[in-house]
C-alpha cells in the first residue's frame, strides 16, 4: 500500500478572470498517508481525486488511467471522406501533422499531451501520468496523483512495519535470495506479529518496496538500496525502545 502525493500542476483555463474558488495555487501539495488527506481540497473534485487515490493507495506506480491503453491516441489527426469508407468502413482519411495548434482556451487542448501526433508518440508515453481536471471549466484547476512511498498509517500500519522489519532484514543479509526471505525470520518472529508471514506475503510486500525503490532484485538477490537504508534508519528512529526490542530492531 502507498501514500499518494496530489499536486495542483496548472490550469486549463483562464485563473485570471475566473479565479479558483477554493483558492488552489500551482504547488499546491495535498498527501494521502492511507489514514487522512494533510490537506483539504475542492469538493468538487472530491469524487474522481477519491478515487484515483484509492487506486494508487492499493497499486502504487502499476496503476495507469484505463484511457493508457487506448490506441486511439496513437491515430494521426483525420477528416471526414466517403470516399475512403470503403477502407474503414465509416468514411475519414488520415491527416498528417506533428501537432495541431489551437488558441489556448480551445477544447481540442483537453486532449492528453502526445496524442494524434504523426509521427506517433512511443508506445505507452501517452495519459501516463494520473490526473484530475476541476468540472469547473471557466478555470479547470488540473491536479496531478502520483503514488510515491509506502503508506505507513490507517489500515496500512501493519504492513508498513512487516515492510520495514524485512527491509531491515534484507540490510542484515545483503544478496539474499528473495525465496529465501522467510528463512531469515524466527517462528515467533513469523507467528506472533499480525499480520503472519508467509511466502506470500513477502512476495506482496517486496514487490511495493521495489517499486518505490528501496530495494532491487537482480537474479533472484535482493538488496537494500540507498533509499531503503535510509527508510529503515527513520523507521528506527521513529520508535519507542519496547517497539524495537520487540521487533528485534
Request: hydrophobic content about 40%; aromatic content about 12%.
Amino acid at each position: 500500500m502507498f501514500k499518494v502525493k496530489i499536486t495542483v500542476t496548472g490550469f486549463l483555463g483562464d485563473p485570471q478572470r475566473y479565479p479558483c474558488h477554493f483558492g488552489h495555487k500551482i504547488g499546491d501539495t495535498i498527501i494521502y498517508d492511507g489514514e487522512k488527506f494533510s490537506a483539504g481540497f475542492c469538493s468538487g473534485v472530491l469524487v474522481p481525486i477519491t478515487q484515483q487515490v484509492d487506486s494508487l493507495f492499493k497499486m502504487g506506480p502499476r496503476y495507469k488511467p484505463a484511457g493508457h491503453y487506448y490506441p486511439f491516441w496513437y491515430a494521426p489527426m483525420s477528416s471526414a471522406d466517403e470516399s475512403m469508407k470503403k477502407y474503414d468502413g465509416v468514411g475519414f482519411k488520415n491527416v498528417f501533422i506533428d501537432s495541431y495548434h489551437e488558441p489556448q482556451y480551445h477544447m481540442a487542448n483537453l486532449a492528453p499531451k502526445g496524442a494524434f501526433c504523426w509521427p506517433p508518440s512511443e508506445m505507452g508515453s501517452v495519459m501516463n501520468d494520473v490526473s484530475v481536471v476541476c468540472g469547473d471549466l471557466r478555470t479547470a484547476v488540473v491536479y496531478k496523483l502520483e503514488a510515491y512511498d509506502l503508506a505507513d498509517a490507517g489500515f496500512a500500519i501493519f504492513y508498513y512495519r512487516r515492510s520495514m522489519v524485512l527491509l531491515n532484514k534484507i540490510l542484515r543479509k545483503s544478496g539474499v535470495a528473495v525465496d529465501r526471505l522467510l528463512n531469515e525470520f524466527t517462528k515467533d518472529e513469523i507467528e506472533i506479529p499480525y499480520p503472519a508471514l508467509s511466502r506470500q506475503m513477502i512476495d506482496a510486500l517486496v514487490e511495493d518496496m521495489a517499486l518505490i525503490g528501496l530495494v532491487k532484485i537482480e537474479k533472484g538477490k535482493i538488496t537494500a538500496t540507498e533509499k531503503g537504508v535510509a527508510k529503515v534508519d527513520e523507521f528506527k528512529k521513529s520508535l519507542p525502545e519496547k517497539d524495537k526490542e520487540a521487533l528485534n530492531l
